[in-house]
T-cell receptor, first 114, second 113 residues
Framework: DAGVIQSPRHEVTEMGQEVTLRCKPISGHNSLFWYRQTMMRGLELLIYFNNNVPIDDSGMPEDRFSAKMPNASFSTLKIQPSEPRDSAVYFC????????????FGQGTRLTVV | AQTVTQSQPEMSVQEAETVTLSCTYDTSENNYYLFWYKQPPSRQMILVIRQEAYKQQNATENRFSVNFQKAAKSFSLKISDSQLGDTAMYFCAFMSYGQNFVFGPGTRLSVLP
């Protein structure tokens, strides 16, 4: 398996634009996590899906952020409109079983909002 | 809510020496997993080692071992024979059944030649 695949690897956008980050989890994994990493706040969980259903979205900063998982092999994280403070590395991770196994991470998307 | 604390923001060690990274956590759960992840400059998050809370025996993976003290809610990572490639951020993480991962703030480890 190729592991968790995220795209794009890098994204630079202007403030106010819509940004969509994509994630393909490892086949057979049924839990998916979106994290945001910044120097100031470390790794923050944004949202957690199990069997394509959002279980915990309490970490989503505000209504500008939304996440979907239309099927077991694809998830998106959308920011609309984007702001400079959204600049961070966004990680997607997946795990097997209902959160009872280690998470495997993608390589992350570095987002810069100017 | 579970929390994970790593009290050492930065550490350094000489190549070939041994270093121990600290981690404590807070939970009311009895069954859970603990993990150490490594994040080198490439930013890829890599699982180093994991420990099931119901196992008394400490986990080991080659040069990496843990000291798991369940009563004290402590989960330290020992790296033996440190190598330059061990230079990275190290994150301690906690997961209880059906819940999400909770990560500590990380310890930046530098291995010096």
């Amino acid at each position: 398996d190729a592991g968790v695949i995220q795209s794009p690897r890098h994204e630079v956008t202007e403030m106010g634009q819509e940004v969509t980050l994509r994630c393909k989890p490892i086949s057979g994994h049924n839990s998916l996590f979106w994290y945001r990493q910044t120097m100031m706040r470390g790794l923050e969980l944004l949202i957690y899906f199990n069997n394509n259903v959002p279980i915990d979205d309490s970490g989503m900063p505000e209504d500008r952020f939304s996440a979907k998982m239309p099927n077991a092999s694809f998830s998106t994280l959308k920011i609309q409109p984007s702001e400079p403070r959204d600049s961070a590395v966004y990680f997607c991770a997946s795990s097997q079983g209902q959160g009872w196994a280690e998470a495997f991470f993608g390589q992350g998307t570095r987002l810069t909002v100017v | 809510a579970q929390t994970v604390t790593q009290s050492q923001p930065e550490m350094s060690v000489q190549e070939a020496e041994t270093v121990t990274l600290s981690c404590t956590y807070d939970t009311s759960e009895n069954n859970y997993y603990l993990f150490w992840y490594k994040q080198p400059p490439s930013r890829q998050m890599i699982l180093v080692i994991r420990q099931e809370a119901y196992k008394q025996q400490n986990a080991t993976e080659n040069r990496f071992s843990v000291n798991f003290q369940k009563a004290a809610k402590s989960f330290s990572l020992k790296i033996s024979d440190s190598q330059l490639g061990d230079t990275a951020m190290y994150f301690c993480a906690f997961m209880s059944y059906g819940q999400n991962f909770v990560f500590g703030p990380g310890t930046r480890l530098s291995v010096l030649p």
